[in-house]
């Protein structure tokens, strides 16, 4: 089926060519992409996945119930503390991890106005190029016996940005674009970012009026005095 749906895509092609002439810009794309298309092998690099959005990649996620996942890379900056995203970035090229660390670190200073002392990464930002101010450490759990108490807590903390990235696909709608384009996608991710943010915000106010409802009753709330018989006497 694939074969002939190629063929089929081969007779329009080459059709078109032939009868186009000088076609528009419009035109010229569609061409393009249906000429890629056509000369794309299984073991080529950048292949079209998908017709409609061909700027998605194919992404090797290493992990043996889910191998691959298509759409673009995503650099996420948490807080140490309390867990708030200060930066989320789409990467388009399929980047390796490592290079990404720099533009990611810029974005959060940019909007938050702060600099970052120390980062923890995982291994996957191995042989990174970062050359800012910030220190990178990269969690080795291999390493955990022979570090001090201190930044062992700080090792086990950066596990703490993986329910992030679950809640913010899951129940932020990150795990599935409806945005055209890379533009698109960048839109998804701050969107994204900024709903969980709202989230954790909105828990925030609704605790403590939670607490000021409970403190209020306790402290304002009437105190009616029924004195006994005795008392009266």
């Given at each position: 089926?694939?074969?002939k749906?190629?063929?089929?895509?081969?007779?329009?092609?080459?059709?078109?060519?032939?009868?186009?002439?000088?076609?528009?810009e419009?035109l010229?794309?569609?061409?393009a992409?249906?000429?890629r298309?056509?000369?794309?092998?299984?073991?080529?690099?950048n292949?079209?996945?998908?017709?409609?959005?061909?700027?998605?990649?194919?992404?090797?996620?290493?992990?043996?119930?889910?191998?691959?996942?298509?759409?673009?890379?995503?650099?996420?900056?948490?807080?140490?503390?309390?867990?708030?995203?200060?930066g989320?970035?789409?990467?388009?090229?399929?980047?390796?991890?490592?290079?990404?660390?720099?533009?990611?670190?810029s974005?959060?200073?940019?909007?938050?106005?702060?600099?970052?002392?120390?980062?923890?990464?995982?291994?996957?930002?191995?042989?990174?190029?970062?050359?800012?101010?910030?220190?990178?450490?990269?969690?080795?759990?291999?390493?955990?016996?022979?570090?001090?108490?201190?930044?062992?807590?700080?090792?086990?903390?950066?596990?703490?940005?993986e329910?992030?990235?679950?809640?913010?696909?899951?129940?932020?709608?990150?795990?599935k674009?409806y945005?055209?384009?890379?533009?698109?996608?960048?839109?998804?991710?701050?969107?994204?970012?900024?709903g969980?943010?709202?989230?954790?915000?909105?828990?925030v106010?609704?605790?403590?009026?939670?607490?000021?409802?409970?403190?209020t009753?306790?402290v304002?709330?009437p105190?009616?005095?029924?004195?006994?018989?005795n008392?009266?006497?």
């Amino acid at each position: 089926m694939t074969r002939k749906l190629k063929t089929y895509l081969g007779c329009v092609y080459r059709d078109l060519i032939r009868k186009a002439g000088e076609p528009d810009e419009e035109l010229a794309e569609l061409l393009a992409l249906a000429e890629r298309l056509l000369n794309q092998r299984r073991d080529d690099k950048n292949k079209i996945y998908s017709i409609h959005a061909p700027e998605v990649e194919c992404i090797s996620k290493g992990k043996v119930h889910k191998r691959y996942e298509f759409g673009c890379k995503i650099g996420l900056v948490t807080s140490s503390v309390d867990n708030w995203i200060l930066g989320i970035k789409a990467f388009h090229g399929n980047p390796y991890d490592g290079h990404t660390l720099t533009e990611s670190l810029s974005q959060m200073e940019r909007v938050s106005g702060w600099k970052a002392g120390e980062a923890y990464v995982d291994l996957g930002y191995r042989g990174h190029n970062y050359q800012g101010e910030a220190e990178i450490h990269i969690v080795n759990y291999r390493l955990m016996k022979q570090l001090t108490r201190a930044v062992r807590k700080w090792f086990k903390r950066r596990s703490a940005i993986e329910p992030i990235i679950g809640h913010v696909k899951s129940d932020n709608r990150m795990d599935k674009n409806y945005l055209k384009g890379k533009v698109g996608d960048e839109i998804n991710v701050l969107l994204s970012a900024c709903g969980f943010t709202m989230g954790k915000l909105l828990a925030v106010f609704l605790c403590l009026k939670y607490f000021w409802r409970k403190f209020t009753q306790k402290v304002w709330s009437p105190v009616i005095f029924q004195p006994r018989l005795n008392e009266i006497i």
